[in-house]
């Protein structure tokens, strides 16, 4: 055998074992942060880092509630963030390596709404100084829908509230003497493609003068606005999916800036360097104001999938529907997407569907008792 022979078999072989030991490419990441050469997001309840350039992610929080919004000090050195480790849902301070989070705000206010009213003291961001954190809370308020914006200190300290009587998705101007914002806070609904009352616009506001500008004026949603230089950058389903659009103050001319069809961009955030963060299809990608181009991020997860373990549930407490056997002698109920039927005295409880991976529901009984009908997401 020829030495370059040798040598191609050995590339070969090494290259397959690199190949078959690197991590795989996961998705599912939510509301991402970067700054520089390091992105924040949210996957499955917790917060994770990475490079900005992708590769194995680093888990900085493990509490079993929800850590989300990270959001990176002006900095670099902190991350704020909306979490659970008291039971509510409140605003938490944490070095960047990670650390003992310092909780900075107390207030309950809705904690068990929802999931589709948004969490409660939701982490919007810092203001450019990095003196103050922005997130947005319903202490002050009185029905679910309207939330209001207020700062705290990232040493602690009693928040102040900003002077807008509602406000959702928040960034402060590079000057911060203005705030561009959406008033309607609908982020967490299914809707697609809603023009209804509770359609959303993008507003600027002067902190000094408190006068308020609308900016936008399309019937659907535009939201989560980004305020980066002297544009502003923001969500809208014009196209009916939700894609970047940037704002020009000066010429009050809207472009769009990306073009994805199959799924939304959701949750965008910027960094330094005119860098936005974004979501689309569980992944996430980085568009640079710059080029105006998006590059996806490539992530993979060193954790040990806990939550994608089998596992025994009681489904006791979870029962949605019952219905009796036409002889009387069993009942059948329908129980956290399994349909079971049960003796009303001597036998055994039997698991009709044992399909774990979908939902089974509306579970009745046929009059001759031969058959149980009932409906189902298998397909």
Same mark, same amino acid.
């Given at each position: ?24 490419? !996961? ?159 609908? !982020? ?12 959303? !616009? ?165 009059? !001759? ?11």
């Amino acid at each position: 055998m020829s030495k370059l022979l040798k040598l191609v078999l050995i590339i070969c072989f090494v290259g397959g074992l690199c190949t078959s030991s690197a991590a795989a490419e !996961d998705r599912l990441f939510r509301f991402p942060d970067i700054h520089n050469d390091l992105i924040v997001f949210s996957h499955g309840g917790d917060l994770w880092t990475v490079p900005a350039t992708g590769g194995l992610a680093r888990k900085i929080t493990n509490h079993e509630g929800l850590e989300l919004f990270g959001r990176f000090s002006p900095d670099g050195r902190q991350i704020a963030f909306t979490g659970e480790y008291d039971g509510d849902a409140n605003v938490y301070v944490m070095p960047v390596e990670g650390g003992a989070p310092k909780q900075l705000s107390y207030h309950p206010g809705y904690q068990r709404g929802s999931e589709r009213m948004g969490p409660e003291n939701m982490v919007l961001g810092w203001t450019p100084d990095g003196s103050r954190i922005l997130y947005r809370s319903r202490k002050e308020s009185h029905e679910m829908f309207a939330g209001q914006l207020f700062l705290v200190d990232p040493a602690g300290g009693y928040p102040s509230r900003l002077p807008v009587p509602e406000g959702s998705f928040t960034k402060f101007s590079p000057d911060a003497k203005k705030i561009v914002y959406t008033p309607i806070g609908r !982020d967490f609904r299914t809707w697609k493609r809603y023009m209804g009352g509770m359609a959303q !616009d993008v507003w600027i506001y002067d902190l000094a003068t408190y006068q308020a500008e609308k900016i936008t004026d399309w019937d659907g949603s535009d939201n989560c606005p980004l305020w980066i230089g002297d544009k502003i950058y923001f969500n809208s389903d014009r196209t009916g999916t939700l894609n970047l659009y940037r704002y020009d103050p000066a010429t009050k001319q809207t472009t769009q800036v990306t073009n994805f069809t199959e799924f939304d961009v959701r949750w965008p955030e910027s960094g330094p360097g005119g860098k936005i963060i974004f979501e689309n299809g569980g992944f996430l990608y980085v568009f640079d104001t710059n080029t105006e181009q998006a590059t996806k991020i490539e992530i993979s997860l060193g954790d040990d999938r806990v939550l994608m373990r089998p596992e025994y549930v009681g489904v006791s407490g979870n029962i949605r529907d019952y219905n009796l056997s036409p002889d009387g002698k069993r009942a059948l109920f329908g129980a956290r997407g399994e349909i079971f039927t049960v003796p009303a005295e001597h036998g055994n409880t039997r698991n009709l569907t044992t399909t774990p991976g979908a939902d089974e529901k509306y579970s009745v009984w046929s009059p !001759d008792g031969k058959w149980v009908a009932y409906m189902s997401d298998k397909t």
